[in-house]
């Protein structure tokens, strides 16, 4: 079964770019997944898609983060990445990793990270 | 973009309750429609893909329903570990694009 976990800095200051990476343990995730992807959560609020990545390269993002994120994958590691620029206040969230077995969902997912934007 | 609204955004009941909120869809989606439930500091858990699937090892007391802009899902008698918040979540496979509802919190009465 595969296991997720997110990993990166928990507190960034307005315009700072954050960058976190996803490491998938417990099998391959290339050979496993159909996609791999990006959820946020603000605090007290819903889900947000941030964006997710078909392996060999394709990428779809919200069109509301859009001109600030970029996600990859490298298989090699079995991991997958986020960078979100020109970070501000409104960006402070729990940051979800998650894959799909089952198309069209996301049904495994790390614990979250939490990710505070303060000067 | 397609809109999905959930409703109620809150309620409150009891254990052994019947527990059912909606989910409505801007546009015509078929069943691309699956559920969430999610427990504080936890990340969501699928419940339910395509509507109405069960998700392998989810209790028989969630089901879901539904198809085109009109979706139901229903806990049929509420165990203390259901309060929880609930989410839809609609996958548009023509652009690659995932939306989530707004969330229902369901509290004990």
């Known amino acids: 079964q595969l296991q997720l976990q997110e990993s990166g800095p928990g507190l960034l200051k307005p315009s700072e770019t954050l960058s976190l990476t996803c490491t998938v343990s417990?099998?391959?995730?290339?050979?496993?997944?159909?996609?791999w992807g990006w959820i946020r959560q603000p605090p007290g609020k819903g889900l947000e898609w941030i964006g997710n990545g078909y392996f060999g390269g394709t990428t779809y993002y919200n069109p509301s983060l859009q001109s600030r994120v970029t996600i990859s994958e490298d298989t090699s590691k079995n991991q997958f990445s986020l960078r979100l620029s020109s970070m501000t206040a409104t960006d402070t969230a729990v940051y979800f990793c998650?894959?799909?077995?089952?198309?069209?969902?996301?049904?495994?997912w790390g614990q979250g990270t939490m990710v505070t934007v303060s000067s | 973009d397609i809109q999905m609204t959930q409703s109620p955004s809150s309620m409150s009941a009891s254990v052994g309750d019947r527990f059912t909120i909606t989910c409505q869809a801007s546009?015509?989606?078929?069943?691309?429609l699956n559920w969430y439930q999610q427990k504080p500091g936890k990340a969501p858990q699928l419940l339910i893909y395509d509507a109405s699937n069960l998700q392998a090892g989810v209790p028989s007391r969630f089901s879901g329903s539904g198809s085109g802009t009109d979706f139901t899902f229903t806990i049929s008698s509420l165990q203390p570990e259901d309060f929880a918040t609930y989410y839809c979540q609609h996958y548009n496979n023509l652009v690659s694009m995932f939306t989530f509802g707004q969330g229902t919190k369901l509290e004990i009465k």
């Open positions: 417990g099998a391959s995730f290339s050979s496993t997944a159909y996609y």
């Open positions: 998650a894959v799909s077995i089952q198309l069209g969902t996301f049904d495994i």
């Open positions: 546009q015509d989606i078929n069943t691309h």
